[in-house]
Every structure is written in structure tokens, then in C-alpha cells.
């Protein structure tokens, strides 16, 4: 039987991009190459929608906040719609985008938190779809690694206290529970519920 025909065209660009974008980087503390994170979103949101300027969205979702690309390199490749999307999705404090080379992570990690929970809150529906990705994921690995480390895990991180990981994870899943008739919505919540129990 012949496979249905699907355009992928933006979704393939937008992988190149991202690889490229990447190339070289490791998903820190892992072992693994950073790609595999976007990848891993760019699944999770196909789970939700066939949308392909979403699923391309997903594979960026990191390239501004994580390398030299900038929001005006992503709308110059990929359009309006695309670029508001990674932007949405990218650490920010005050409008500004935030990244390890300009600000002090420890520092400011309770309002970036903050402030990414209540930007979530109130994104539009495509946006969360494209968060959905990006936080079951993080959530994927941080259950992977509990589940190995215990409460040793959270020494690895910024915010060093447990509780603020739940208050954080806690957060997003409030501000995403407009999908919580998803698969990924529901998976992120039981995580979250193992972890965090």
C-alpha cells in the first residue's frame, strides 16, 4: 500500500536549521547532542497536531534562547507565524531575551520561571501546543533521571530546592490546561505527579 503523500518541506527545513543551529552542543549534562531535545519536541507536538508551521516552531523552539540565532533570522527562513512562536517560547525577562551570556541564571531563575508561567497563561493555543513539547520533554528527562538519581537530580540545577522544581512544573501545567484533553498534557501531569509526589 502507497504512504500518504505529506509535505514536510517547512518541517525538513526547519530540522536542517536546527541541527545546524546546534551542531556541536550538548544537552547539558546528558551526554547527548542538543538536537535531540528539539527532535524529541517536534514528536511530542505532533502528537497534538499535523500543523506544520507548529511542528517547525518545535525544532527552533531552543535556537534563539540556545545559540546565535536571532528572532529575525527565524522570520527572515520562516515567516511571521514561526518566529512568534520560538520567540514566545524562549526564556525572557521583561521582553528582553535571556540567556546565560547576559544575565546570572541562579539569580534571576524564580521571576524568569515566573514570568515564563504567567507568559504561558496567556499565549495564544499554538504557543502552548509548541510548549507542550519543550516542557514534556524537560519533564521526560528530569523523571528519567529522578528515577536514577533520586533527589541527588536536583543538585545539577540552578535552583537547587526540589520544591521549586515542583512549584515551577506545577506552574506550567496550569497555564497549559487548556490541552489538558492531550495525551502529552496528561502525560506531563502524571510525571510531574511521580516526581514530585
Not at 29 to 47: C, L, T
Not at 61 to 66: A, L, M, N, R, Y
Amino acid at each position: 500500500m502507497a504512504n500518504k503523500y505529506l509535505d514536510t518541506t517547512l518541517l525538513d527545513k526547519a530540522i536542517v536549521f536546527a541541527v545546524q543551529a546546534h551542531h556541536n552542543t550538548e544537552r547539558r549534562g546528558k551526554g547527548f547532542p542538543y538536537i535531540v531535545h528539539s527532535m524529541e519536541a517536534v514528536e511530542i507536538v505532533a502528537s497534538i497536531t499535523p500543523d506544520q508551521e507548529l511542528l517547525a516552531a518545535a525544532a527552533l523552539h531552543d535556537t534563539i534562547e540556545d545559540t546565535d540565532v536571532t528572532v529575525e533570522d527565524i522570520r527572515r527562513e520562516f515567516g511571521d507565524r514561526i518566529a512568534e512562536l520560538v520567540h514566545s517560547e524562549s526564556d525572557q525577562i521583561d521582553g528582553q531575551l535571556f540567556n546565560a551570556e547576559t544575565g546570572n541564571e541562579e539569580a534571576t531563575w524564580h521571576a524568569r520561571k515566573q514570568a515564563a508561567i504567567d507568559r504561558l497563561a496567556a499565549a495564544s493555543h499554538d504557543a502552548k501546543i509548541v510548549a507542550m513539547g519543550d516542557k514534556l520533554s524537560n519533564m521526560r528527562a528530569i523523571y528519567r533521571d529522578y528515577m536514577t538519581k533520586g533527589d541527588a537530580l536536583w543538585a545539577i540545577f540552578h535552583a537547587k530546592n526540589k520544591a521549586d522544581h515542583e512549584w515551577h512544573y506545577r506552574g506550567l501545567a496550569a497555564s497549559l490546561c487548556e490541552l489538558s484533553d492531550t495525551f502529552a498534557y496528561q502525560e506531563f501531569v502524571a510525571l510531574i505527579d511521580v516526581v514530585f509526589r
